[in-house]
C-alpha cells in the first residue's frame, strides 16, 4: 500500500494552516468626522490614506504538522511533517466591498510515517474576493514531491493543482471549506476514473474542510481530508501549527 504521504501532494488547503486575514483586510476607509480638525498637513496626508490601493506584508514561518489517514483497506497510518513556508499577503484597502486579497508562497516539507519518508515542495499564488465575514480563493499550486516506501525509493512528480477555497470568520477564528483537483505528471500515480466509482476530475481529487484559531503569534488548524488517489480513497484528520510571521 502507497503510503498516506500522497494525499497532501499538491494540497493548498489541509496541508497548511489557512491564515486569518480578516483584521488586515477589512480595515475602514477614514470617516469624514475622522477627517475633521488637525491641522492641514495631517488632513492632507488622511486623504491620501483614504486613496484606493494594495497593503501587502511579507511573513515567514516554521511549520509542524501531524496526519492521521485510514485507507479504503481500513488500515490506518500516522504522519509527521517538519517544514516552513513563506511568501507575502496583499488586500485591496479604502475600496468598497468585496475586496480582493491574496496570497503567493513558497513552501517545504520533510514527511515521515509508517515504513515511509517524503519531501514536498510547493509554489502557488491564490487571490479571491473578500466580503465582511466571507471570502473565496482560487488559483495554481506547482507542487514537487518524492518518497521511499519500505527502502524502495517512489517515482517525484510534479502536480499542477487548482483549490477552491471559501472561507467565514472574524479575527480570532476562520472556518475553511474546499475542493482541489490535481494533475499529475507521473502516469503511474494518476486516478483511472473509469475504474472507480468515487467523484472527481484530474489525476487527483481532494476536498477538505477545517477551523483555523490564531493564539498570540501563532496559528493552530484542524481539518479533514478525504483524497481520491491511484491507491483508493484515503481520508483523515491532521493539526497544523504555525508561527505568524
Known amino acids: 500500500m502507497i503510503p498516506v504521504l500522497l494525499t497532501t501532494a499538491a494540497l493548498a488547503g489541509p496541508a497548511e494552516t489557512i491564515d486569518n486575514p480578516w483584521t488586515e483586510t477589512h480595515q475602514a476607509a477614514p470617516t469624514e468626522a475622522s477627517r475633521r480638525g488637525g491641522r492641514k498637513g495631517r488632513q492632507g496626508?488622511?486623504?491620501?490614506?483614504?486613496?484606493?490601493?494594495?497593503?501587502?506584508?511579507?511573513?515567514?514561518?516554521?511549520?509542524?504538522?501531524?496526519?492521521?489517514?485510514?485507507?479504503?483497506?481500513?488500515n490506518s497510518y500516522t504522519a509527521v511533517g517538519l517544514g516552513g513556508e513563506g511568501g507575502i499577503r496583499y488586500w485591496q484597502v479604502n475600496t468598497?466591498?468585496?475586496?480582493?486579497?491574496?496570497?503567493?508562497?513558497?513552501?517545504?516539507?520533510?514527511?515521515?510515517?509508517?515504513?515511509?519518508?517524503?519531501?514536498e515542495i510547493k509554489v502557488g499564488s491564490f487571490m479571491g474576493p473578500a466580503w465582511e465575514y466571507f471570502a473565496l480563493e482560487s488559483g495554481l499550486d506547482i507542487s514537487w514531491d518524492k518518497y521511499e516506501w519500505d527502502g524502495v525509493p517512489m517515482d517525484a512528480t510534479t502536480g499542477y493543482g487548482i483549490p477552491f477555497i471559501a472561507t467565514t470568520g472574524v479575527?480570532?477564528?476562520?472556518?475553511?471549506?474546499?475542493f482541489q483537483?490535481?494533475?499529475l505528471s507521473t502516469e503511474t500515480r494518476r486516478v483511472d476514473w473509469a475504474?472507480?466509482?468515487?467523484?472527481?476530475?484530474?489525476?487527483?481529487?481532494?476536498?477538505?474542510?477545517?477551523?483555523?484559531?490564531?493564539?498570540?503569534?501563532?496559528?493552530v488548524g484542524v481539518g479533514y481530508t478525504?483524497?481520491?488517489?491511484?491507491?483508493?480513497?484515503?481520508?483523515?484528520?491532521?493539526?497544523?501549527?504555525?508561527?505568524r510571521g
Open 226 to 243: 478525504r483524497t481520491v488517489t491511484v491507491n483508493g480513497l484515503q481520508e483523515g484528520y491532521g493539526l497544523t501549527l504555525g508561527f
Open 195 to 219: 475504474e472507480t466509482d468515487e467523484f472527481g476530475f484530474g489525476h487527483q481529487f481532494s476536498t477538505f474542510a477545517g477551523v483555523s484559531l490564531a493564539i498570540d503569534s501563532m496559528n
Open 45 to 74: 496626508k488622511r486623504r491620501q490614506q483614504a486613496r484606493p490601493g494594495w497593503k501587502q506584508k511579507f511573513y515567514a514561518r516554521p511549520l509542524i504538522t501531524g496526519s492521521t489517514f485510514t485507507d479504503n483497506a481500513g
Open 96 to 119: 468598497p466591498l468585496p475586496r480582493l486579497r491574496g496570497r503567493t508562497r513558497v513552501a517545504g516539507t520533510y514527511i515521515t510515517s509508517t515504513n515511509s519518508t517524503g519531501t
Open 171 to 178: 479575527s480570532i477564528i476562520t472556518v475553511y471549506a474546499g
Open 181 to 183: 483537483p490535481t494533475w
